[in-house]
């Protein structure tokens, strides 16, 4: 009856009247347009370093991206914006759409620039964009600065999100520009709106930039270099300006200043906020920080002891690239001083549940998240005070030092349980897929298994699986997989719903 009543309405008032699925288009396709149309302002920024560096032959291929994203955000921007409430599957599907888009038009530059096929392309311009860090290049050390500015500013945006990004460019906010923020894995919200948040993270993301720079430039290294290491560590990507990736600068000195780096990338940026505006240190309250830095003692110490007393490392060597790894695997970033695949198989298996749990929930880090496991320990703990209690005392669980209604629990945690259950079944399916359709001699299901980790994670730590020789089946995969996880994998699911009930 109500929908008849809407749809006379409708006719009496003269406005067209648009089917289901068209008008829900119609809702979310301007504020995607200017998604875009931001996207596609910031990618000119390489055209600065090419025209520092001379790199003129370039200049049309790098325009490729920026034309890409603003012809689509002008075709978006100009679809007639219906009123009404996006639901949340189509919030969750246009995200995903976003960051493949991203990821497809991001390719260009790198097919036309450097001519190497669309699918390594694609592979590297999503690997830039979920924070990943694996790359198909064939030499990174001959790839023009314009295209290696282009990853690093993938890797940089892409860090705090797109959607982040933009909405706090264009300084608008709104219901479906607030589900898009959400849809995309952000809920941290330390600000009254989402426009006033996403604002005050991208203000303290350039502080944290600017400040790691100079501290990186204490090593020595040259300042293109120093803002390249920066803006992927920061973001907790892992892309280098060198083959070689740290180890190239042969620089212990480099590697301990970038590890504060990666772990600033890594905490809730609500520390930040509270220690600028509210003149609060509450790094040693927060229980995502106390436990990041406990696995950071725990992991660096097994990973070491294990490098000396197996792997025979001398121990200075050893807690070298123990501490180092260590933090690169749970802040996943993807740096390495070492091999995986030269490590005694316990080692790695150390190092894989370390990318696997991740850094903190509203940080740059990928992975399950260190709330949802602070939040699974207190269900545990909370189900084991209900048994002592009995079923009929009101036993209440909290969270962040507040309490959740009885109600509640079993919804919070589901939903963070979730994910964690789709981490590993992807994990699971995506390593059966790799195992029996793109086989690779001289790797086993261990070091299959460790790159698939890698890859859902955002981490981008490899032992030499994941290279150009690659079937173009696997390197599908693993797009796919990074996509996914960058996302948390609902939005992703979403979409592959969406787009099956449309065929």
Not at 124 to 141: I, K, R
Not at 216 to 242: K, Y
């Amino acid at each position: 009856m109500d929908r008849r009543r809407n749809r006379l309405l409708q006719a009496l008032s003269g406005k067209k009247i648009l089917p289901a699925a068209n008008s829900q288009f119609a809702i979310i396709a301007p504020d995607l347009g200017l998604i875009f149309l931001f996207i596609a302002l910031v990618s000119c920024t390489p055209f600065l370093v090419g025209f520092w560096y001379g790199e003129l032959d370039l200049l049309l291929p790098m325009a490729s991206a920026p034309a890409g994203f603003g012809i689509l955000g002008v075709w978006l921007a100009g679809v007639p914006k219906a009123e009404g409430e996006a639901h949340l599957s189509v919030a969750l599907s246009a995200v995903a759409l976003i960051w493949l888009a991203a990821a497809l038009i991001g390719a260009l530059p790198y097919t036309l620039g450097l001519g190497i096929p669309y699918t390594d392309s694609v592979f590297e311009a999503m690997s830039g964009w979920t924070g990943t860090g694996f790359s198909l290049l064939p030499s990174v050390d001959d790839t023009p600065r314009m295209i290696l500015f282009w990853r690093s500013l993938t890797q940089w945006m892409g860090g705090l999100g797109i959607v982040a990004f933009t909405i706090a460019l264009a300084g608008r906010s709104g219901l479906t520009r607030f589900q898009l923020y959400r849809s995309e894995g952000r809920s941290e919200t330390f600000m009254p709106g989402v426009v006033a948040t996403a604002g005050e993270m991208w203000r303290i993301y350039l502080v944290l930039t600017a400040l790691g720079i100079g501290l990186v430039l204490l090593s020595g290294i040259p300042l293109w270099d120093a803002v390249n290491i920066v803006m992927t560590a920061i973001s907790t990507g892992g892309f280098a300006v060198h083959s070689a990736g740290i180890l190239y600068y042969e620089s212990p000195l480099l590697e301990m200043l970038v590890v504060p780096v990666m772990i600033a990338g890594a905490l809730p940026f609500k520390l930040y906020f509270l220690l600028y505006y509210k003149r609060t240190f509450g790094l040693l309250r927060d229980p995502q920080a106390i436990l990041l830095f406990a696995l950071i003692l725990a992991g660096c110490t097994a990973v070491t002891f294990d490098l000396v007393t197996i792997s025979s490392l001398a121990p200075v060597e050893a807690l070298r690239e123990g501490l180092f790894m260590t933090v690169s695997g749970i802040t996943c970033t993807g740096f390495q001083n070492a091999n995986p695949r030269d490590w005694y198989g316990a080692t790695v298996m150390v190092l894989t549940a370390l990318m696997l749990i991740g850094g903190s929930a509203g940080s740059t880090a990928g992975g399950i998240k260190l709330g949802r496991i602070i939040l699974g320990l207190e269900m545990l703990g909370w189900w084991f005070r209900r048994l002592h209690a009995g079923w009929r005392t009101i036993t209440p669980l909290r969270h962040e030092g507040r309490p959740i209604l009885e109600h509640l629990p079993e919804y919070e945690v589901s939903k963070s349980m979730l994910v964690a259950v789709l981490f590993t079944l992807v994990v699971a399916v995506a390593t059966l897929l790799l195992l029996h359709l793109a086989p690779q001699g001289g790797y086993d299901s261990a070091d299959v298994i460790f790159e698939v980790v890698s890859a859902i994670s955002n981490v981008g730590i490899s032992t030499g699986f994941v290279n150009p020789g690659m079937s173009t089946g696997a390197k599908w995969l693993f797009v796919t997989v990074m996509w996914a996880g960058r996302l948390e994998i609902v939005p992703v699911i979403a979409l592959v719903a969406r787009a099956s009930r449309r065929l």
